[in-house]
């Protein structure tokens, strides 16, 4: 028997996830959008700063939920949700400044391989790339060379081992230990960020 939108009311965001991957109703996805659209809308109206492109890009989101849902594990729906829409922003932001003229430092795609990369087994980073960046400059000297060098740049360990003179154990150290601490980085900032939610 179907469930009706007051039944679907009464359940947790996981339990209305888990729902929706079964039915693919997208009534299913809208109680949980009535239930975030002000936060979504808040961050939306955080980062792009106007009220009507705000309202599109809340709009958007709820178009994401649509794919993203189906095939994503999510733990903290909200936190998910949080990360998600704050990234459609600053993807948003990028492509402008790009059509405006605007470069970045390091190229995106680059910088969400990385992502990738380091955040892997997390769903809650998909493309968080302004901490990435802030993140990379704390780094050592010597992580924050092999990584820009191997990730970025896309050398081989061979090519980063002529490149810096550091051995080849001393370059698969400084990656291993500089992809830990770019993953504690993001998580310590993100929690801080969620916290003035």
């Known amino acids: 028997m179907k469930k009706t939108s007051t039944d679907i009311a009464q359940l947790t965001d996981l339990e209305i996830v888990t729902l ?11 109680t949980l959008f009535k239930r975030y659209m002000s936060l979504v809308y808040g961050v939306c109206l955080k980062y792009l700063k106007e009220r009507e492109p705000a309202k599109d890009m809340t709009m958007q989101v709820f178009e ?18 949080y990360v998600l829409t704050k990234n459609e922003c600053l993807m948003f932001l990028r492509r402008n400044a790009r059509l405006n003229g605007k470069t970045d430092t390091i190229n995106g795609t680059q910088l969400m391989e990385l992502s990738v990369a380091t955040h892997h087994e997390d769903e809650q980073l998909n493309e968080d790339i302004d901490k990435l960046e802030s993140c990379i400059g704390n780094l050592g000297i010597e992580q924050q060379q092999c990584i820009k060098l191997f990730y970025l ?7 980063v081992c002529e490149i810096t003179g550091y051995e080849m154990k001393k370059v698969k150290s400084y990656l291993q230990n500089g992809r830990r601490n770019l993953k504690l980085c993001i998580e310590k900032l993100r929690e801080q960020e969620e916290q003035t939610y």
């Open 20 to 30: 929706y991957k079964q039915s693919e109703d997208k009534d299913t996805v809208g």
């Open 64 to 81: 994401k939920l649509l794919t993203n849902l189906k095939s994503q594990q999510i733990q903290n729906f909200k936190s998910w949700l």
């Open 153 to 159: 740049e896309k050398k081989c360990y061979q090519e």
